[in-house]
């Protein structure tokens, strides 16, 4: 007796006969049951799945723009390619950089100073924000006010424009080998911008090297950790480096110091190792 109660089914419901309608709205449990049922009975016994795709096909998303993972070799002449003492030295700086900002940011100053440097900026207009980064340097100071996602936003403008044009690797007045720039320095000490001649105001002309520099305090400022999407960004930015370098003449020394400096900060510091040029 106990075994058949055991047996019997808790609720019984009556499997869907020939005049069952599938495409009718269940209206009680009992219709509800009999179309899931019905829908289990139509699962194939075996299910196999699709080809992959060829990982020669597949490509690295970052959100506005992508790079094919085999796409870029490094073919540059090797008079373009950085010593091993030249980037230890400007990491050394970047780390420097970043570990003056992260003790700002834990300082008592800090928020007190965030509400004098703000600066408005609309992250949905794609030209007012391309017009103001052309026309001011990245000062930590207003970095610093920018919450990190849309950091991350201007990152990916940044590198739309970076493939865009050239401008990345023109212009050696500006010495990107020198990125521990006293005026982005002072920034963090002070965070009052300075105003001296080096300040451009609109219709003195762009910079030429502007989305380099950008791109450089960016990465200064972001948060460790980072969301994968972001280091599949930084991947992309210093694979359009390489890309640009390998365009460039042996007897363009100059212009590739930005190319180089962002190719070393992001594969040593982002952990992107195998982009560097000194594997070791």
Not at 75 to 89: F, K, Y
Not at 94 to 102: N, P
Request: glycine share 2%.
């Amino acid at each position: 007796m106990e075994v058949d109660m055991i047996q019997k089914p808790a609720l019984a419901v009556e499997p869907p006969d020939a005049n069952f309608d599938p495409e009718l709205t269940p209206e009680t449990g009992e219709q509800y049951l009999q179309k899931v049922m019905y829908e289990r009975g139509k699962c194939p016994v075996v299910v196999v799945a699709e080809k992959p795709q060829s990982f020669n096909q597949q490509k690295t998303l970052s959100g506005l723009a992508a790079l094919p993972t085999d796409d870029v070799k490094n073919i540059a002449h090797r008079a373009l390619i950085p010593t091993r003492e030249w980037e230890t030295m400007q990491n050394q700086k970047f780390s420097e950089l970043r570990d003056t900002i992260t003790s700002y940011r834990g300082s008592a100053q800090y928020q007190e100073n965030l509400q004098r440097t703000h600066v408005y900026l609309n992250f949905d207009d794609r030209k007012h924000l391309h017009e103001y980064c052309a026309n001011n340097l990245p000062y930590v100071s207003i970095l610093l006010s920018i919450p990190q996602r849309n950091l991350e936003i201007l990152l990916e403008y940044l590198h739309e424009w970076l493939q865009d044009s050239d401008q990345a690797s023109s212009n050696a007045s500006q010495q990107m080998d020198e990125p521990s720039d006293p005026e982005l320095c002072d920034a963090v000490t002070t965070m009052t911008p300075s105003t001296n001649s080096k300040e451009l105001h609109r219709g003195e002309g762009y910079r030429k090297d502007w989305i380099p520099q950008w791109i450089y305090a960016i990465l200064a400022c972001l948060i460790k950790p980072l969301e994968p999407y972001i280091h599949s960004l930084l991947r992309d930015i210093a694979k359009t480096c390489i890309a640009l370098r390998n365009e460039l003449n042996q007897e363009d020394e100059a212009k590739v110091l930005p190319l180089n400096l962002l190719i070393s900060i992001i594969s040593k510091h982002f952990n992107q190792c195998d982009l560097g040029d000194n594997i070791a």
